[in-house]
């Protein structure tokens, strides 16, 4: 008969994962980031070929390949035991402020999406870049506010660098738009937007306490910028909705200053973390 109070002895790979770090971080990021490009070119990219409808083209271009991602992300997160964690409650509490990063981010996806010309997009093209947003959100928030945070939190780093690193390597994502034929200009840009959004969606994981609401706000960002951006509609609104990107740079970049505390991990036998709120 089993002693329930003996300890469980973990694998190895949960060993490896349970100790966090930024490096690690780094290299899930890298391992999602290959599967990523690798399944377009070995899985879809053979029948893109053929295929000439708009909206289907960004189904099997962008939400499969991500959506993919998403089960790679969930089957990962499976096998150390962490699904549960990483949409449970979050370890330390956010503040008041932190709401300002939430309302910045949903006032302009709002303004974006009614300053989009529905008739000129289609109703094909804009149910497929809302699919792909869903997933687009899922996957990119599952990773650097779920996982990254989490990994950072178990090695014991301070909340803002919990934040600088999961929103640097949520920016180094983006970077690979260069070798797609993206400017540097328009390239670099990008990295100052996503890194500034991925502070906001760090505050909105902290002050929400879950991490279903960033996949939320996240996954209703992307494709309002694209359409918007592809299928204006005239109007003031649309001069309004087209700071967006600044407004959000600025927010990100002002509130981070801001970031306090630190999620004392103690890793006990079993591997679980118990956070708690310090500094």
């Not at 939430?102 to 996806?109: C, G, M, P, R, S």
């Not at 840009?189 to 706000?217: D, E, H, K, N």
């Not at 005239?234 to 970049?253: C, F, H, M, R, S």
Request: charged share 10%; net charge positive.
């Amino acid at each position: 008969m089993i002693d329930p109070t003996t300890p469980v002895r973990e694998s190895g790979w949960r060993r490896f994962w349970s100790r966090g770090g930024w490096w690690r971080s780094l290299l899930a990021v890298v391992a999602y980031y290959a599967i990523y490009q690798l399944v377009p070119l070995v899985l879809i990219g053979p029948f893109m070929g053929g295929v000439h409808d708009p909206a289907l083209k960004i189904l099997m271009g962008t939400a499969l390949p991500i959506a993919l991602g998403c089960v790679v992300l969930v089957v990962f997160a499976l096998s150390l035991g962490w699904l549960r964690d990483l949409f449970g409650p979050q370890p330390i509490r956010g503040r008041g402020w932190m709401w300002i990063a939430v309302v910045v981010t949903l006032t302009f996806n709002v303004l974006h999406f009614v300053t989009i010309d529905y008739g000129k997009a289609g109703a094909g093209i804009v149910t497929a870049w809302l699919v792909a947003g869903v997933f687009i959100g899922i996957a990119e928030e599952t990773l650097t506010r779920g996982i990254v945070v989490s990994l950072m939190r178990k090695a014991g780093y301070r909340e803002i660098s919990v934040a600088l690193v999961s929103a640097v390597l949520f920016a180094a994502l983006h970077a690979g738009n260069l070798f797609a034929g993206q400017s540097l200009l328009a390239t670099l840009i990008q990295l100052l937007y996503t890194f500034a959004f991925g502070i906001c969606m760090y505050l909105a994981l902290r002050v929400t306490g879950s991490l279903v609401w960033p996949i939320l706000l996240h996954a209703t960002t992307d494709p309002s910028i694209f359409l918007q951006t592809l299928y204006p509609a005239q109007g003031p609104l649309a001069a309004i909705a087209a700071l967006g990107n600044i407004v959000v740079i600025a927010t990100g970049l002002v509130l981070m200053i801001f970031i306090r505390g630190a999620v004392a991990s103690d890793v006990s036998s079993t591997g679980q973390d118990r956070g708690v709120l310090a500094g």
